[in-house]
């Protein structure tokens, strides 16, 4: 399942804008109703359905959530 990233989403609902509407419209020819798993960016995963795909943004209803198991589980701090 494709994932891609957005922080327009919460537990019930979700937007994708800029570039990927593109990508998920006519490259991967998705339609509503398809899923796709959704990363807020802050470790948490939504697999989502798409309600809509409009010219500029694809609304998504929000099925479940869970944090990413890619995400690491320590916060890690370089310094040079």
Do not use: N, W
């Not at 994708?16 to 960016?41: F, K, M, N, S, Y």
């Amino acid at each position: 399942m494709p994932k891609f990233f957005t922080s327009q989403i919460d537990a019930d609902a979700g937007v994708i804008t800029g570039p990927d509407v593109r990508h998920i419209a006519r490259v991967l020819r998705h339609q509503p109703g398809d899923e796709l798993l959704v990363c807020d960016g802050q470790g948490r995963d939504y697999r989502c359905r798409i309600a809509a795909i409009e010219e500029d943004r694809v609304l998504l209803a929000v099925l479940a959530s869970a944090p990413c198991p890619a995400e690491p589980s320590v916060q890690l701090t370089v310094y040079q």
